[in-house]
């Protein structure tokens, strides 16, 4: 079935570089997200990749893609304490409805 | 910034009343979802909605739950009978391509 795992949680310090791993089953998606929730909030949406791209990069992150193992990283670059949110992976399976699958999130805490 | 909205932040209700969750998507946005968070569990999908219909349902969107776009500006998850597992954060996300999903900042529902 459809399933999406992450990493419970992550703790670095300000300035170093944060990379959050991800794992999905469906080999068909289409497209892979990345969502930050800060406490009390929504989910924000920060980036996507399509399933036809190996990387994507937007300001401090970078999205690597690796198809043939199902696996998704977010890497933060020059992390900062606003950074501080969990951070939820999400497929979209190709039921083409839109629904997205969400991982549990990845809780990270930045030190300064 | 356009954003989806959400009304009540906070919802409290008995088990057995029925309760109506709110939203207000962002403006020309054709896809609509509902989504729900278990405190300490995953963001599972519940419904999605495109011109006019139910596009898809997950199971746990039973016989209790409905959708509605009553006019042209809100969307509402009407949950008939509560039980108290149905408490959970209650999150509605639009999109105006069916891939990019913005999200609200949810309605925390108790049941008692």
């Known amino acids: 079935g459809e399933d999406v795992e992450q990493s419970l949680f992550l703790s670095v310090r300000e300035g170093d570089s944060s990379v959050i791993n991800c794992t999905y089953t469906d080999s068909s998606s289409t497209y892979l997200y990345w969502y930050k929730q800060e406490p009390g909030a929504g989910l924000q949406l920060l980036t996507y990749i399509f399933s036809n791209m190996d990387m994507k990069q937007d300001q401090r992150l970078t999205v690597l893609l690796n198809k043939k193992d199902k696996h998704l990283s977010l890497r933060i670059a020059d992390t900062q304490t606003g950074d501080s949110a969990i951070y939820f992976c999400a497929e979209s399976p190709s039921s083409n409805t839109g629904k997205l699958i969400f991982g549990q999130g990845t809780t990270l805490q930045v030190k300064p | 910034e356009p954003e989806v909205t959400q009304t009540p932040s906070h919802q409290v209700t008995q088990m057995g009343q029925e309760v109506i969750l709110r939203c207000v998507p962002i403006?020309?946005?054709?896809?609509f979802y509902w989504y729900r968070q278990i405190l300490g569990q995953k963001v599972e999908f519940l419904v999605s909605f495109y011109n006019n219909e139910i596009s898809e349902k997950s199971e746990i969107f039973d016989d209790q739950f409905s959708v509605e776009r009553p006019d042209g500006s809100n969307f509402t998850l009407k949950i008939r009978s509560t039980k108290l597992e149905d408490s959970a954060m209650y999150f509605c996300?639009?999109?105006?391509?069916?891939?990019?999903?913005?999200f609200g900042p949810g309605t925390r529902l108790t049941v008692t």
């Open positions: 996300a639009s999109s105006g391509t069916g891939y990019e999903q913005y």
């Open positions: 403006s020309n946005h054709l896809y």
